[in-house]
Nanobody
Framework: QVQLVESGGGLVQPGGSLRLSCAAS????????MGWYRQAPGKQRELVAA???????NYADSVKGRFTISRDNAKNTVYLQMNTLKPEDTAVYYC?????????WGQGTQVTVSS
C-alpha cells in the first residue's frame, strides 16, 4: 500500500519560514519523481516544485529564489524549504510521486501565512 504523508505545515507570519516533509512508503522511492503542489481556496491545484529521480529540479516562477525542494533517498522523504513566505503562499500543500503511469498523492498539509 502506497502512502505519502506530509507534515510541517502551520501558521507563520509573512517573511517567515517553514519546512515541509513528505515521507513515502510502499514505493521504490529513489526511482520516483517527486513533486509539491498547492491548492488555495477557489483555485486550481498548481505545481510548486518538482525533483526528478536523478535530482533535477524545477520551480514555479512565483516561488523561485524562495523555495527549495530536496530529497533524501535513504529516508524516503522529500522536503520543501519555504522562506520569505507571503500571504499568497497560503494553501494546502500536497506531495506526489510519479513513475511512468503511476501517480500517487498525499493528503496534504495546510500552510497559512498571516499576521
Amino acid at each position: 500500500q502506497v502512502q505519502l504523508v506530509e507534515s510541517g505545515g502551520g501558521l507563520v507570519q509573512p517573511g517567515g519560514s517553514l519546512r515541509l516533509s513528505c515521507a513515502a512508503s510502499g514505493i521504490i522511492f529513489r526511482l520516483h519523481d517527486m513533486g509539491w503542489y498547492r491548492q488555495a481556496p477557489g483555485k486550481q491545484r498548481e505545481l510548486v516544485a518538482a525533483i526528478t529521480s536523478g535530482g533535477s529540479t524545477n520551480y514555479a516562477d512565483s516561488v523561485k529564489g524562495r523555495f527549495t525542494i530536496s530529497r533524501d533517498n535513504a529516508k524516503n522523504t522529500v522536503y520543501l524549504q519555504m522562506n520569505t513566505l507571503k500571504p499568497e503562499d497560503t494553501a494546502v500543500y500536497y506531495c506526489n510521486a510519479k513513475r511512468f503511469r503511476s501517480l500517487y498523492w498525499g493528503q496534504g498539509t495546510q500552510v497559512t501565512v498571516s499576521s
